[in-house]
């Protein structure tokens, strides 16, 4: 089978994310067991939920996308929405946070983890998003993102390495 870019773009955004956001909120909106007796109450899945800005030209971008673990499936990571806001502050992310997930059928009740690359806007101490979602949910852990922490390593070792080699090199 062949197709154009527009064809693609069209399966993809008009068929295959769509079912596969939506098989996602299948399991996010399932509780956990669905056999259990009568007398225990059953829980939804909880989920971490990511958000990062982009810029594509004048347009900043944010995906927002869950993690989640169930027996059946272990860990799964999706991507629940795509949207643009020109509103990049604490205040705005985590009202746009809310609101994709109340309409998905989702509450901030259920998110068990907050994760994002580790600016103040997401961090800080006293206005951050994490901080926002957290006056909300007290249960919210923080999970900065890993590969900013691996990135950040990385770039500190580089530099001791640079700064080994120079010294060995003046001996």
């Known amino acids: 089978m062949a197709c ?5 773009e069209s399966i993809v955004t008009d068929v295959l994310a769509p079912a596969s956001v ?6 996010l909106r399932r509780p956990l067991n669905e056999q259990r007796e009568a007398t225990t109450k059953a829980h939804m899945p909880f989920f971490s939920v990511a958000s990062d800005a982009s810029n594509h030209g004048t347009t900043k971008l944010f995906p927002l ?3 989640y673990w169930t027996p059946d499936l ?3 990571t999706k991507v ?4 643009d806001d020109s ?3 604490s205040a705005a992310i985590p009202n746009q946070i809310v609101t994709k997930l109340e309409e998905n ?5 259920m998110i068990s ?3 994002a690359d580790n600016a103040s806007l997401n961090y800080g101490r006293y206005n951050s998003v994490f901080q926002k979602l957290k006056e909300n949910n007290s249960c919210i852990l923080k999970a900065n993102c890993v590969a900013h922490i691996v990135h950040n390593s990385a770039k500190h070792a580089s530099a001791k390495y640079r700064h080994r080699k120079c010294r060995q090199q003046d001996l």
């Open 65 to 67: 996308s869950v993690c």
């Open 22 to 27: 939506e098989d996602c909120l299948k399991v």
């Open 74 to 76: 272990g860990v799964q």
């Open 105 to 109: 059928g989702l509450g901030l009740d």
């Open 80 to 83: 629940l929405d795509f949207y």
């Open 4 to 8: 154009g870019r527009t064809k693609a």
């Open 113 to 115: 983890a907050y994760s």
């Open 87 to 89: 509103d990049e502050t």
